[in-house]
C-alpha cells in the first residue's frame, strides 16, 4: 500500500474514529529507544555554505524549501529527493523528510533554522489514519532534538513557519540571482563533497563489475538490455540511495540514441553494449560514468577502430584539463580530434579544419553532445549558473565534471561507411581539478580495448 494523503484513502479504507479507538490504539505501546545522534561530518561544511549565501543576501531573509513528494500515478509517488540547494545547504540527503523548509535570516547576525514536520505522538489519529506520514504507514519520523544534533543546526516544528514568515518580506529560489548563487556555490566542491564522490565513483565501479558478471545472461533474451540494467541498480540501492539518472544500456544500434533508457532491446553477442549509470550516495552525490563493451569480450577490428577514435578524443581532452583553462576548451580539444578522424574516414565534405569553423561543424553530426559537464549533487550540477561562470569560465582547482566524447553512426546514416552503421561508442570518466592537471577519480575501470578484454575476461 502506498503513501497518499488521507483524504485519498477514505474510497478504499475505512479506519475507525471514535473515541473509544482512539483511547485503545494510543495505549499500550513501548517508549521508542531513542538512537544515540551525533553530528554528521558534513554539518560545517554545510555552516560555511550558508554563512557564504547569508553574505550574498545580507538583509534578506532567504527561503530554500526541500519540496513535496512528486506524485507518480493517482495515490503513488516518486523515491523522495530533496531540492539539490536545500541537500546543499543543510547536509541532509536521502532521510530528508518531505516539505522541510531552511530560512537563512540575514538581517542581523545570520540565523538558520530548519522547520520540519515531527513524528506525531501517539495520541494523533495522524499516528495510524494518515498513510502520507503517520508512523503505521512510513514509519516514524525523527525528532526535532535528533536533526538539530544530526546536522549542528536550530530546529522547529514545520507548523511555526508561517507565522515566523509573517510580514517579512523574502526570497525563495524562484529568485533568479538566489538560484543562481546557490548552483555556482557548487562548482568548486569542498573536501566533504571530493570524498562523497570518490566514494560515489567506487560503488559505480563495482556496478559495472556486476554487469560484466550478468552480461552473459542478457543475450539473446527479450528485453535482455534490463539484465545488464537491474546488475547495476541493485549495487545502487545496495551501496547508495538510488541511481543517479536513469542508466542506459544501450545493445547495437541503441547506442546511437543518446538517452535511451526504454532498455527493451536484445542483446547481441557480436555487438557492443553502451552502459552509461551511476551510483547515487545517501549524501546524494553521485558518480556518471559510461563504457562501450564487446558482448562477446572481444572488440571487432570496425569497433576497435571506432573506440581508438572515441580514446583519442577523450585522451585529448584530458590533456588539456588544467587550472586556468576555460572549460569550453575542454570540448574543442576533444572535438579536434573528432573532426579529425571523420575526415580521415573521408565522410566529412570539408576538410577537418573547415569543419571545425563554427559556421560548419559538420563532423557534430557524429557526436551532437557536449563532451564534459559539472557533476556532483546532481548528474548535470549547477546548471543554473550563468553562462560565464560554467562555459566561459576557467578551471579550478576542487572542481569536478565529465570527459565523455563518443561518436554515433547511426543504422540508416548513408553518409556513414557502411560498416559503421549500427556502433555508437562513448566513453565517459569522472575526473577533479587538481592545481596541476586532473585526476581520473573513475580511473579504476579500463579505457583501452585491451584493458577492457582483460578485464572481462578476468570476471568471466
Not at 545547504?89 to 532521510?95: A, P, Q, V
Not at 573528432?338 to 580521415?344: D, G, V
Request: aromatic share 8%; proline share 4%.
Amino acid at each position: 500500500m502506498s503513501a497518499s494523503d488521507q483524504g485519498k484513502d477514505e474510497t478504499r479504507s475505512r479506519t475507525p474514529h471514535s473515541k473509544e479507538f482512539l483511547d485503545f490504539i494510543s495505549s499500550g505501546w513501548a517508549d521508542h529507544s531513542s538512537p544515540k545522534i551525533q553530528t554528521d561530518k558534513c554539518a560545517s561544511f554545510a555552516l560555511k555554505r550558508r554563512l557564504a549565501v547569508a553574505s550574498q543576501f545580507p538583509g534578506k531573509v532567504l527561503v530554500i524549501e526541500a519540496g513535496e513528494p512528486k506524485t507518480r500515478s493517482n495515490d503513488t509517488e516518486y523515491r523522495y529527493r530533496p531540492h539539490a540547494a536545500f541537500a546543499h545547504l543543510t547536509g541532509w540527503g536521502s532521510k530528508t523528510v518531505a516539505d522541510s523548509v531552511l530560512v537563512i535570516d540575514a538581517r542581523q547576525e545570520p540565523r538558520h533554522i530548519l522547520f520540519l514536520r515531527p513524528t506525531a505522538g501517539k495520541d494523533s489519529d495522524e499516528f495510524f489514519a494518515n498513510s502520507a506520514i503517520g508512523e503505521f504507514w512510513v514509519g516514524a519520523r525523527p525528532t526535532l532534538e535528533q536533526i538539530s544534533t544530526l546536522l549542528d543546526i536550530e530546529t522547529r516544528d514545520l507548523s511555526e513557519l508561517d507565522a515566523f514568515l509573517e510580514g517579512t518580506p523574502k526570497i525563495d529560489l524562484g529568485d533568479k540571482e538566489l538560484a543562481q548563487f546557490v548552483s555556482e556555490l557548487r562548482l568548486v566542491k569542498d573536501s566533504y563533497e571530493i570524498d562523497q564522490m570518490r566514494q560515489a565513483v567506487s560503488s559505480t565501479v563495482r556496478g559495472f563489475e556486476d554487469i560484466v558478471r550478468a552480461l552473459p545472461h542478457s543475450v539473446g533474451i527479450p528485453k535482455g538490455e534490463r539484465v545488464i540494467e537491474t546488475a547495476f541498480f541493485a549495487r545502487a540501492r545496495l551501496e547508495g540511495n538510488d541511481l543517479g539518472y536513469d542508466t542506459i544500456a544501450a545493445s547495437g544500434k541503441n547506442a546511437c540514441v543518446l538517452h535511451w533508457i526504454s532498455n527493451d532491446g536484445e542483446v547481441k553477442a557480436n555487438e557492443l553494449v553502451l552502459v552509461d549509470a551511476g551510483v547515487e550516495l545517501d549524501s546524494l552525490y553521485t558518480a556518471d560514468i559510461t563504457r562501450t563493451l564487446p558482448v562477446s569480450g572481444k572488440y571487432s577490428k570496425t569497433q576497435r577502430e571506432i573506440y581508438l577514435a572515441v580514446l583519442e578524443a577523450a585522451d585529448a581532452a584530458f590533456a588539456v584539463a588544467k587550472p586556468g583553462v576555460k572549460f569550453r576548451e575542454v570540448h574543442a580539444a576533444a572535438m579536434k580530434v573528432i573532426a579529425s578522424k571523420t575526415a580521415e574516414w573521408g565522410i566529412l565534405p570539408v576538410s577537418s579544419e573547415e569543419s571545425l569553423d563554427e559556421n560548419k561543424q559538420f563532423h557534430r553530426r557524429w557526436m551532437v553532445h557536449g563532451t564534459s559537464h559539472h557533476l556532483g549533487i546532481d548528474v548535470h550540477d549547477c546548471a543554473e549558473a550563468r553562462k560565464e561562470m560554467y562555459l566561459d569560465a576557467e578551471l579550478q582547482e576542487g572542481m569536478i565534471f565529465t570527459i565523455e566524447p563518443g561518436l554515433y553512426f547511426h543504422e540508416d546514416d548513408l553518409l556513414a561507411p557502411k560498416e559503421f552503421r549500427g556502433i555508437g561508442i562513448r566513453i565517459e570518466d569522472d575526473v577533479l581539478v587538481t592545481k596541476d592537471g586532473v585526476e581520473n577519480l573513475s580511473r579504476a575501470l579500463p579505457r583501452t580495448p585491451d584493458e577492457i578484454e582483460a578485464w572481462m575476461a578476468s570476471l568471466s
